[in-house]
């Protein structure tokens, strides 16, 4: 009797950090409507840990953010040979020249300017992890109201 076991695949590990509890909310629920493993981090301290504990096959990092910034944080992840082949996307607020250029001394894999919605988060985990895919958006949001759902706190 010869039975085939499949192994249960890991759902996609995704690490969110942003210091405003309204933009993470926001975003993770964007990701749990597809089979995503979402993690959540408030500062960069806290995503470091993070990334060590969960070992995500993304992160999502704010790069404005106090004590420990984004664009800190991914110069450390990039310091570590365990953790620097994980896509970091930094989201910013204003995709100006000065951003660009913090996010490439970090070691950024791209920059997400906010507001964003739910297609340009698929869009990049479907860059960097190909595969990610995600159902229909269950409210029936148009872009705009998705992009709505995650301002930036200014």
Known sequence: MDAEIT?????VQVLLVDDSRRVRESAQALLN???FQVHLADNGFDALCKVVAHRPDIVFM????????GFESCSLIRGNPHYAHIPIVLMVSD????????ADVAGASALLVKPFGRRELLGLLEEFLGGAEGGENAQGQTQEEEADAIRADR
């Open 62 to 69: 704010d790069a404005v953010m106090p004590e420990l910034d």
């Open 33 to 35: 409507r597809s089979s």
């Open 95 to 102: 995709h100006g020249p000065l951003a660009q250029a913090r």
């Open 7 to 11: 192994p249960n695949p890991r759902p």
